[in-house]
């Protein structure tokens, strides 16, 4: 329908352009460096506007003939404008009301993290949350179990999270809060470690053990804190010129359309289910209904199947098809075995809806193509956007693979920023970004920590942990505008500044494709525009 919509419109403007007339804009924006990612016209000078739709790319001479006396008009003095950024990668979460344990690094050590939380333990008013976010030195220290968190904070419950998301630990005081039993069993793809020669839990979970704690946690958060938290999202998006958002959370599907709607967020938000397994195996209720969340009049659509079938080279959990470097026999492992994979790809086929399958090794994405591949041509995968999450392992004989599938590979340039740990870990051979766009693989680009899409620009164009997958800085705000908008089938409603296309667009503090590298994280948006309308404005524009 969308795509229905998109063609009416321009065969309008088209017939309005042969008759010689001119549809007037409501807003121009002039004397500017357009970037408009459109490779039938990369740059110009000036943008007009009607509705909530581009009517016109070009010279300040030619926008300026669009204008009529109620126009309003904006001197752009020379600043870079882009498409909005879309993140195509991005959680969100809500915890209940507690402590947040604060360090000066993301690894701290455990005897920093055990001091916090002793400090925090004797201010802090019995039973309140106390919450720490670490790395791999606390989580993957093998005496860091519940009961070494209860020696600190005996009357406290406590979570430490992995930063990258997978490895949690918790303590007594904190399981039956979060639903965990003394003997537990294992949901389906994560498990609980336990007391030796016990099945008492020892309080260190993985993988989709962690994620169903995370969905208790947002369960205890009202709907007003949810929306306000929300809001402070969309909030420091729009500073940053982010005008989409491809949303994860650990929220029920359907809780989380609904408040993001009751949020009325300025950006568009598209929510990407994130389900669940217990004991018993993969849950898909969320996924039944999924076809009938639909919310008109609003900015928010609900789609995907989202799966996640490895670990991370963090924790030694990528699944590799060789061993570590640094752990000799191991190779990571995936969360479910072959031929459930085999299965959730036909699940998404049932249920209509693009697979999203976290893979961040080489084995996990090996596995993926194989399933797809089974179908022969029986399936065109092309159109259906089975998209690979992180994508570092899409290596080698696997690039061409993705290319003839259609996969399209999501990289979070963040993950680029610790060479050391992951040359350790896997070398130097791994995350592409430059021959995943030279072979035609479409990419895209979220952030998967901080919002920031300088950050990730930077990081992109550098590429610490494989210099010569760096991109260059256009074809990283390409991938980060109409590669995005490509992952959610959205590339002929956004993802460029062309005519017909939704007024989703951001002016820049700085020239973002000639500034200093250092200088690019303190790029901010100036003026963000979403469908037409200026939704930030730093008044630094008249």
């Known amino acids: ?258 408040l993001l709607v009751k949020a009325d967020l300025p950006v568009r938000v598209h929510a990407r289910p994130f389900a669940l397994t217990s004991a018993k195996g993969r849950d898909l209720n969320e996924f039944r209904g999924l076809a009938e969340l639909r919310f008109p009049n609003s900015m928010v659509s609900a789609s995907g199947i989202k799966w996640v079938l490895d670990g991370t080279p963090y924790e030694h959990g990528a699944a590799l098809r060789r061993d570590y470097n640094d752990n000799p026999g191991r190779r990571g492992k995936l969360n479910f075995p072959e031929s459930e994979t085999a299965v959730i790809i036909k699940e998404s086929l049932d249920f209509k809806q693009p697979l999203l399958a976290h893979c961040a090794g080489d084995k996990c994405a090996e596995s993926v193509f194989n399933a797809l591949e089974s179908y022969g041509t029986r399936v065109d995968w092309k159109s259906k956007r089975v998209r690979i999450e992180h994508g570092d392992g899409v290596i080698n004989d696997l690039i061409p693979r993705a290319r003839k599938l259609g996969v399209v590979v999501v990289q979070n340039p963040i993950h680029f920023s610790e060479p050391d740990l992951f040359h350790r870990r896997w070398g130097t051979d791994m995350q592409p970004l430059r021959s995943l766009i030279e072979a035609g693989v479409p990419v895209a680009l979220g952030s998967d920590g901080p919002m920031n899409p300088f950050l990730n620009i930077m990081f992109a164009t550098i590429h610490p942990s494989n210099p010569k997958e760096a991109i260059t800085r256009e074809q990283a705000v390409k991938v980060y505008t109409y590669g995005s908008a490509f992952a959610e089938f959205a590339e002929n409603e956004k993802g460029t500044i062309a005519p017909g296309k939704l007024a989703d667009l951001v002016v820049l503090s700085q020239d973002i494709f000639a500034a200093p590298v250092p200088e690019l994280l303190k790029t901010r948006s100036v003026l963000t525009i979403v469908g037409g309308k200026v939704i930030y404005d730093a008044k630094t524009l008249k």
């Open 1 to 258: 329908m969308k795509k229905l919509l998109h063609l009416v419109f321009l065969s309008a403007l088209l017939s309005l352009s042969a008759s010689g007339q001119q549809a007037p804009a409501d807003l121009i924006l002039l004397n500017g460096k357009v970037f408009t990612a459109d490779s039938a016209k990369p740059s110009a000078e000036a943008v007009a506007i009607r509705g909530e739709r581009i009517i016109a790319v070009g010279t300040s001479a030619e926008i300026e003939k669009l204008a009529e006396a109620r126009t309003r008009r904006i001197d752009l003095q020379g600043r870079v404008v882009t498409p909005g950024f879309n993140d195509a990668h991005i959680h969100f979460g809500a915890d209940p009301q507690g402590f947040n344990l604060q360090f000066k690094t993301l690894e701290p050590s455990w005897e920093e993290t055990s001091a916090a939380i002793e400090a925090a333990a004797k201010h802090a008013p019995t039973g309140t949350w106390l919450f720490g976010f670490v790395g791999a030195n606390v989580v993957l220290n093998e005496q860091v179990i519940r009961f070494a968190l209860d020696r600190v904070a005996p009357d406290h419950p406590v979570l430490l999270r992995s930063y990258y998301g997978h490895g949690y630990i918790v303590n007594s005081r904190a399981m039956p809060l979060l639903r965990i039993a003394e003997e537990e069993p294992d949901p389906t793809g994560g498990h609980f470690e336990r007391v030796a020669g016990s099945k008492k839990i020892n309080g260190r979970l993985w993988e989709y053990a962690d994620w169903r704690l995370s969905r208790v946690l947002s369960e205890m958060v009202s709907d007003e804190e949810t929306v306000k938290q929300m809001r402070q999202m969309a909030d420091e998006a729009i500073r940053y010129g982010i005008t989409s958002l491809q949303m994860f959370s650990t929220l029920a599907v359907e809780r989380f359309a609904r």
